[in-house]
Each structure stands twice: as structure tokens, then as C-alpha cells.
């Protein structure tokens, strides 16, 4: 029977800044309302739920992936956009206050998605705006919708969380999207999670004692050869170059790891490979025909729906 209708909709009129209060009935709603508008986009393109709203898209730094799907989401419910991309061409450029920008586009429109380079951006932003925020993005904290999408293409492979052993590889310090995906798949119920990175790049430890809190098991690294026979997902993702202090320690680390048709030889045959994008050469091009590989498309198609799903619930009611 379709109950999502006669469920309480959590998500309506709320920011949406951390995965960290979401309850599993909650992402099984949204996965729910993702599942129905990728039907919509494949059988009619788009739906027009949200005509009449107006989402404010307000990225303070570089994205492609992101501020696309978020402008293209925005469009398939009917609403309008203001999109800025690089704050060169607003009113930042002559030094106004990021609360002063939440509170301009919240005359203008219903919504406002933004990234910001400074941890915690997202909640101050939010603490000042009369309209719903939605993180898309905060330095190195959270990338919460990235987080939801990586849940949401898992979910289409593995039916049982607590039996997948989730590796990612990379920049464990910098990596806001990793931050935001561990703590989701804990709440999800994975109960295993491999984090492999260099010594100088480990995982905060505060996440890592959120993963623990719950029972789960956190394995740290250097080595992803030790580990890859056993992983049900790698998920591997860039340094992240705009956040180190020192350039020549980037260099020394950027292609600290590959994945090359080698390594997948050694993967399990139902192992799916992940990627946030964008790779700057984490995944050698050979690989991207592997039937295990998710990034190019499934990935990034789920993110559309995803974020398709949440604008609905955070503006329309039921
Ligand atoms: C990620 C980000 O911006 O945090 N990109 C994305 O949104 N898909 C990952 C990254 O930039 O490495």
C-alpha cells in the first residue's frame, strides 16, 4: 500500500544542513520520493509540482556536479532559478556579508541551496534566513546531499546494509563528502567501514567515534592493496588540493592512490566502485567500462532524483 502520503513529511519548511538527525524512516521517505521521480524523468521529463517557487542557488565555490543537478532538479518540479556560480559577479565581490545575501535571496525566493568554503556556513546562514537552507557544501564539514545520493545508488545494489563493508580511500581529513556518507551508512546500519588514506589525512576522529558509538567497526589504513579483496564498495575521491596549507605536500600525495584494471582484478565481483567526482586521476580511464564502476552515470543520475526528491519535501507539504 503507497503510505508516503499519509506519513508525516519531516523534511517540509526545514533547513537541511547535517545527515546527522536523520532517522532511517526519513531517508526511506526520500529514497521512496526519489525512486518516483526518477520514474517521472524517465517517462516524462519532469513534473510541474513546484511551479510558482523561485530556488536561490548561491555557490561560493567551484562546482559542476552539484549546482548542475541542483539547477536541473530545481527546473524538473517547475520552479525558477537564480543561480550563482562564483561570487565574483554578486554583491560579495564589494564585501557584503553572507547574511545579508541569505536575507537578499530569501526576498526572492522560496529556497536557497548553498556552498560555502567555511565549515559550519550552512547553519549560519540558516540561523538568519526566513526561508529553508539547504547545505550543499560547507568547507569541510557536510556535503549532506552528496551523502543521500551515495546512499540512495548503494541501496539499488545491496538490499542488506549491515552485511556491506564500506571502504573509501582518499583524503579522509578534507573529504566533506566522505564526512557526510560514513555518518549516513551508520545510520543505515553498515557496520563495517574501512578508511584508507595517509597517515597526515585520517579521518577526524570525532567521526570516527560517531561511527564506533553505534557498534560499528572503523579499520584505519595506509595500504588499500590489504583491504580490497574484502570490500563490498570502494568509494575513492581526489586530495583535496584547496584545502592544504602546503602545495608541495599535495603534489607529493595526489596520486597517492589508483584505481587501475589491476586493482579491480582483485575486487569482488559484486563490488561497485565510487567516486564523488571530479577524478583527478583516483581512476584510470580503462576502468570506466567495468560493469562495477557507478560513477559516470548511475551516480550522478541519482543525485538528480535525489535532490529532486528534497526540494519537493522541503517545499510542498504532501
Ligand atoms: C565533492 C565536493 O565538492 O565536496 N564534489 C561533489 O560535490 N561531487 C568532492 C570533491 O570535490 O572532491
Known amino acids: 500500500m503507497e503510505r508516503i502520503h499519509e506519513m508525516i513529511n519531516p523534511f517540509y519548511n526545514k533547513d537541511f544542513i547535517t545527515v546527522q538527525n536523520l532517522k532511517p524512516s526519513d531517508i526511506d521517505l526520500l529514497f521512496k520520493e526519489a525512486s518516483k521521480m526518477k520514474k517521472t524523468v524517465l517517462k516524462k521529463g519532469g513534473i510541474d509540482v513546484l511551479k510558482g517557487k523561485v530556488i536561490t542557488c548561491l555557490f561560493y565555490e567551484p ?3 552539484t549546482f548542475g543537478s541542483f539547477v536541473s532538479a530545481s527546473q524538473k518540479l517547475g520552479t525558477g532559478t537564480i543561480q550563482l556560480l562564483g561570487m565574483q559577479a554578486s554583491s560579495t565581490a564589494k564585501g557584503e556579508t553572507l547574511e545579508d545575501t541569505i536575507n537578499t535571496f530569501g526576498c526572492f525566493s522560496d529556497a536557497i541551496v ?3 568554503p567555511e565549515e559550519g556556513s550552512a547553519k549560519r546562514a ?3 534566513s526566513y526561508i529553508p537552507i539547504v547545505n550543499a557544501g560547507d568547507g569541510i564539514g557536510e556535503h549532506p546531499t552528496q551523502a543521500l545520493l551515495d546512499a540512495y545508488t548503494i541501496s539499488n545494489h545491496f538490499k542488506d546494509f549491515s552485511k556491506i563493508t564500506f571502504c573509501a580511500v582518499g583524503d579522509m581529513k578534507n573529504g ?3 564526512h557526510s556518507t ?6 543505515l546500519g553498515v557496520k563495517k567501514f574501512i578508511f584508507v588514506s595517509p597517515i597526515s589525512l ?4 570525532e567521526i570516527v567515534q560517531y561511527i564506533k558509538k553505534g557498534g560499528r567497526k572503523v579499520m584505519e589504513t595506509e595500504n588499500l592493496n590489504e583491504v580490497i579483496e574484502s570490500i563490498d564498495i570502494l568509494y575513492i575521491f581526489r586530495m583535496q ?3 592544504f596549507d602546503d602545495q608541495n605536500e599535495y603534489e607529493k600525495l595526489k596520486h597517492k592512490y589508483i584505481v587501475s584494471r589491476e586493482i579491480m582484478k582483485k575486487a569482488k565481483k559484486k563490488m561497485i566502485l565510487m567516486h564523488p567526482l571530479p577524478r583527478v586521476g583516483e581512476i584510470t580511464i580503462e576502468v570506466d567500462s567495468d560493469p562495477r564502476s557507478v560513477y559516470l552515470r548511475e551516480q550522478m543520475t541519482s543525485g538528480l532524483y535525489i535532490r529532486m526528491a528534497l526540494l519537493k519535501l522541503i517545499l510542498k507539504k504532501d
Open 63 to 65: 562546482s559542476s556536479r
Open 114 to 116: 548553498i556552498r560555502h
Open 126 to 128: 540558516a540561523s538568519v
Open 176 to 178: 566533506r563528502a566522505v
Open 182 to 187: 560514513a555518518k549516513l551508512l551508520t545510520t
Open 202 to 205: 585520517k579521518m577526524p576522529q
Open 241 to 243: 588540493k584547496e584545502r
